[in-house]
């Protein structure tokens, strides 16, 4: 038996894996921060082969499918988009090919900051980018759709139903009759008016500088009329109580909500110049409508009613449709008040100073 002591056995060092290492991640981080600063931003130059030398891309590459570290990965990629180089897009499109985890999103990633693939890019990556992008636009912040659909439910709402609650018997006999009509047909019409809004205005507004003018355009106009025919088209048939002249309808009523929505994802125009401009979109055909002789909402008396009424009905739908974009100019209006209160206070504050000082001499 042995006098010596026993050694005490010394665990070994856990080993540390290099994919999950923080000092590599942290250098992963710090040459994407690097890369990015570097960037040219310049959208419009072309796709080059080579931006930095072919190893610096290609390992921009390699992070952007980094599935490990999602954040640095999605910046690597969105830097191979800014700086447009073939071959590192060349290396992820490669990947994507041999079914390589990430690819189709780094060059979803690529397509978003580039606004375009090269050809080395093939088409289930170029079809992949392009849903890729358009889904995320549509569905990033549903909460401000939801109030955009809100409001302009509302809106259709009360335009509507005032129009009904004028035009029924006001005698008390009818008056259970009186309500009901009025809340069922304002809601359907308020429904519709919210789906027009969304359709025809909110979602191509989102894909705004990702999807080109006319493809924004033709989406406003085919929604805005088809379902603006079908929003007056509903309230003949429960209201009225007779087949709507789809014609007519589509005509006069669908237009105006196309010819608005059209101008709003052509111009980028402020909240109350909008509300303005759908406003008479809305009106100007209705009103032509009855001057013709085919009407599509009728009135005792025209005459009158069509100003008392029916711009009264238009200015308030389109309130409704443009109500955040409104309370947005509010709000920037309130700040530059206060901006001009305050830079104008410390100047009568030192004017009445220096009178109190010459009093007081």
Do not use: C
Not at 56 to 69: G, M
Not at 125 to 131: E, K, M, T, V
Not at 263 to 289: S, V
Not at 299 to 322: C, D, K, N, Q, W
């Amino acid at each position: 038996m042995s006098d010596r002591p026993e050694q005490e056995t010394q665990p070994a060092p856990p080993a540390m894996s290099t994919a999950s290492s923080p000092w590599l991640s942290g250098t992963r981080q710090r040459l994407a921060d690097q890369l990015q600063s570097q960037l040219d931003l310049n959208l419009n130059a072309g796709w080059q082969e080579v931006i930095y030398t072919h190893d610096i891309d290609l390992l921009l590459a390699q992070t952007a499918l980094n599935d490990e570290e999602p954040v640095v990965a999605e910046r690597a990629a969105r830097a191979i988009g800014r700086i447009r180089s073939q071959t590192a897009v060349r290396e992820i499109a490669d990947r994507q090919r041999r079914g390589q985890k990430g690819a189709l999103r780094a060059l979803a990633l690529v397509r978003d900051e580039a606004r375009s693939l090269p050809p080395a890019v093939g088409f289930r990556g170029r079809l992949y980018a392009w849903l890729a992008n358009t889904i995320r636009r549509l569905t990033d912040d549903p909460l401000e759709g939801v109030w955009r659909y809100a409001a302009a439910l509302l809106g259709g709402f009360i335009a509507m139903g005032m129009y009904v609650w004028v035009n029924l018997p006001s005698q008390a006999i009818f008056e259970p009759d009186r309500w009901g009509r009025t809340i069922s047909i304002g809601l359907t019409f308020g429904v519709l008016t919210a789906v027009i809004v969304v359709a025809a205005d909110e979602l191509p507004q989102r894909l705004r500088g990702f999807w080109p003018f006319w493809g924004r355009l033709v989406v406003a106009g085919v929604a805005g009329a088809l379902l603006g025919m079908l929003s007056w088209g509903a309230f003949t048939w429960f209201f009225l109580n007779f087949e709507p002249d789809w014609g007519a309808t589509l005509v006069y009523g669908g237009l105006g909500w196309a010819a608005a929505f059209m101008i709003a994802n052509l111009f980028k125009l402020p909240g109350w110049l909008m509300t303005i401009t759908t406003a008479a979109a809305l009106w100007l055909p209705l009103y032509q409508a009855i001057q013709v002789g085919t009407p599509v909402i009728y009135f005792r008396t025209p005459e009158v009613e069509v100003y008392s009424l029916l711009l009264p009905m238009a200015v308030i739908m389109a309130v409704g449709a443009h109500f955040q974009a409104l309370l947005a100019d509010f709000l920037a209006l309130i700040r530059w008040g206060r901006a001009q209160w305050q830079r104008r206070r410390p100047a009568s504050q030192s004017t009445a100073s220096n009178d109190q000082t010459a009093d007081q001499m």
